[in-house]
């Protein structure tokens, strides 16, 4: 008796752990979430802290959807080509021309997601603004005479950007300052330019606050620029 009450109580309990790890398991990727090679880097501060030039709202929906969405559908393109999974960002969008015909679209426009969000992050920072400093400065102040002049040039060629795309102060091929647009997600690195700093001009950058004011958008932008983080860019890409 004792041991078949033993026994019953057994079974139950191996019975009941069974339906729960039925029930309680994960499901298996049936939301098709590859969880790598690439990963959604962490935002270098908190969301709320670039305000009131970028609010919360659209640093948590631009961050934890929109990149987190790249960096998923990039992952998903890679993972049915082992040799790819080792490569960097850079190296996918270098030689986009070699990658299999079918995920090439998908790779120029979630790889570049990727690297244009992940830079963007970095150059900006709470308390930023100010002036580009060091080396920066200097050539900035060459190629377009003042940092006003630049300033005025970058928001002239954001705010003519149609549709969705990006501004960029770049280096190009022979290792010239230059200011450049791009549609869609295309990175720079697609032509041979080295993206120096960038803004998104995506409406999910800034329609939650500013509406349909881009212009009001690039104006106030530059209050979160983080100088040191840019001017590093640019000496590593000199060197
Ligand atoms: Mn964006």
């Known amino acids: 008796m004792q041991i078949?009450?033993?026994?019953?109580?057994?079974?139950?309990?191996?019975?009941?752990?069974?339906?729960?790890?039925?029930?309680?398991?994960?499901?298996?990727?049936?939301?098709?979430?590859?969880?790598?090679?690439?990963?959604?880097?962490?935002?270098?501060?908190?969301?709320?802290?670039?305000?009131?030039?970028?609010?919360?709202?659209?640093?948590?929906?631009?961050?934890?959807?929109?990149?987190?969405?790249?960096?998923?559908?990039?992952?998903?393109?890679?993972?049915?080509?082992?040799?790819?999974?080792?490569?960097?960002v850079e190296e996918l969008l270098r030689s986009l021309d070699s990658l299999p015909t079918e995920i090439q679209k998908t790779v120029r426009n979630n790889g570049g997601g990727h690297l244009n969000h992940s830079l963007f992050w970095q150059i900006m920072k709470p308390d930023g603004g100010g002036k580009p400093k060091g080396e920066l400065n200097k050539a900035i102040t060459e190629q377009f005479g003042s940092f006003e002049v630049f300033q005025t040039k970058f928001?002239?060629?954001?705010?003519?950007?149609?549709?969705?795309?990006?501004?960029?102060?770049?280096?190009?091929?022979?290792?010239?300052l230059e200011i450049i647009t791009t549609p869609n997600q295309d990175s720079p690195l697609l032509t041979g330019y080295k993206p120096v700093m960038g803004n998104d001009v995506w409406e999910h950058a800034y329609y939650l606050k500013y509406r349909n004011q881009r212009a009001e958008y690039l104006k106030q932008w530059w209050n979160v620029l983080n100088w040191d983080e840019v001017n590093n860019r640019y000496l590593q890409f000199i060197a």
């Not at 109580?9 to 398991?25: K, S």
């Not at 979430?33 to 802290?49: D, I, R, V």
């Not at 002239?156 to 969705?164: N, Q």
């Open 4 to 88: 078949d009450r033993r026994r019953f109580l057994y079974l139950l309990g191996a019975g009941v752990g069974t339906a729960c790890v039925n029930n309680f398991m994960p499901p298996a990727r049936a939301d098709n979430k590859p969880s790598g090679p690439f990963t959604l880097p962490p935002l270098p501060y908190g969301y709320k802290e670039l305000e009131p030039y970028i609010d919360e709202e659209t640093m948590r929906f631009h961050h934890d959807k929109h990149h987190a969405a790249y960096v998923n559908n990039l992952n998903v393109a890679v993972s049915k080509y082992p040799e790819l999974k080792t490569k960097t």
């Open 155 to 176: 928001n002239e060629a954001a705010g003519k950007v149609f549709g969705s795309g990006w501004a960029w102060l770049a280096l190009s091929p022979d290792k010239k």
